[in-house]
């Protein structure tokens, strides 16, 4: 069986656990049936422990205009588990666990990849993938990506299957403005980040996403840089207090999260920095804490419990978590940058009876477990 990274990198100096299993049956979407230790107390010197549970649901796909995805595939472990109908559903096995990596793919959508946490809700959002831009390989192209930016592509500087390629290539930039709620929802990963060795989690504030597919054209065969090959990136400047330089992320697909890549720095409005591979997403970002915080809080619905997902915005950062179900007892468990303001949201709700603000700026940030919120009553 196996454990969630994020316990993994919490529970380094965890003492004592106490077991609990839990059955929790949520009308026609969801099912969830774990038995799993945490920490009841948590004191000073405890840490919250999630350890692998199986799961079994329903979920949905939907684009960032709300439309559903159809015949979406996704995957555990390379294998295809399932794939969404018409109406953007899908159905899940009870084969993969807490901590499991699922990726969400499409040819016309960004390609996700979605770490399974606790009471997770399976419900996702994908961002459009730009239209093709039919290139030479021979000689260098520039193509514009997003409000501003740009890739550079060297000539004569991709392989298919370790062997020069000549002939046309379909190059697919698209960028993923996190400053538009949707689309920060839709990013591919998880926003926390990874030291090299993997130990060390730590949560993310985002200045865009970049993802960059090249395929041979009217085929869906991905074409590789040649070693020693680079394309220049630049990620436009939306917001007056971006940084002058930015830690430049690669999309780990094995882990789900983001491992640093190199530098980008602040040029005539734009980030510049360069990636050494393709068919991959890269994320302009600093990591607001140098390890994951968490926050809990309990969910009490005055109309009964309506069955959807709790998710953390970023307001003083652009980052989110969720959405998840609250436990048996009633809590839910997000991660957030220190020192900030975010924002939760029930049901992707609009209304201002499901969404709560709260500013953790003054909090205090105990050595292990979680800062209680408290409870908040949602008047449904």
């Known amino acids: 069986m196996k454990t969630n990274k994020i316990s993994q990198v919490l529970n380094q100096n965890r003492k004592g656990t106490l077991f609990f299993c839990t059955t929790l ?26 350890e692998t549970s199986k799961i079994s649901a329903v979920g949905s796909i ?22 969404s109908n018409q109406q953007g559903n899908f159905i899940l096995g ?23 946490n606790e009471n997770t809700k399976f419900f996702f959002l994908m961002k459009e993938r730009a239209k093709p831009n039919r290139i030479n390989s ?8 997003g409000p501003g930016g740009q890739i550079t592509i060297p000539p004569n500087a991709f392989s298919n299957n370790g062997v020069m390629y000549i002939g046309d290539i379909d190059i697919r930039a698209t960028y993923i403005d996190v400053t538009n709620d949707s689309e920060l929802e839709s990013a591919p990963g998880a926003y926390i980040s990874e030291n090299n060795s993997g130990t060390n989690l730590s949560p993310l504030e985002s200045y865009g996403m970049m993802e960059i597919t090249a395929t041979i ?12 090959m680079s394309i220049q990136v630049s990620f436009p400047i939306l917001d007056d207090e971006t940084p002058d330089k930015v830690n430049l992320y690669a999309l780990n697909e094995t882990s789900g999260y983001w491992s640093s890549v190199g530098v ?8 510049q920095g360069s990636i050494t591979s393709v068919n991959n997403s890269y994320n302009a970002d600093i990591p607001c804490a140098n390890e994951l915080i968490c926050v809990k809080i309990k969910i009490v619905y ?44 029930a049901c992707r709700s609009q209304n201002a009876e499901f969404n709560q603000i709260f500013d953790i700026s ?17 008047n449904n």
């Open 25 to 50: 049956l949520l009308a026609i979407i969801f099912t969830i049936q774990s038995c799993e230790k945490e920490g009841i107390t948590e004191s000073k010197n405890e840490v919250m422990q999630l």
């Open 138 to 145: 021979e000689s260098e192209s520039i193509i514009d990506v």
């Open 62 to 83: 939907q684009s960032t205009a709300n439309k559903p995805i159809a015949n979406a595939i996704i995957k555990l472990r390379e294998q295809k588990i399932a794939r």
């Open 362 to 378: 003054n909090a205090i940030i105990p050595p292990s477990g979680c800062i209680d919120l408290g409870v908040w009553t949602i």
């Open 217 to 228: 054209p009217g085929t869906l065969l991905p074409l590789e840089l040649i070693n020693g």
């Open 264 to 271: 980008l720095t602040a040029v005539n409005n734009v980030l």
């Open 94 to 116: 009870d084969n993969f666990e807490i901590g499991d990596v699922m990726t969400i793919e499409h040819p016309d959508f960004v390609t996700l990849y979605k770490v399974i």
């Open 302 to 345: 005055t109309n009964g419990n309506p069955g959807c997902g709790i998710g953390a915005k970023g307001l003083s950062y652009r980052g989110r978590d969720g959405f998840y179900y609250p436990n048996q007892n009633g809590y839910v468990r997000f991660w957030v940058c220190p020192d900030s303001a975010f924002q939760l949201q």
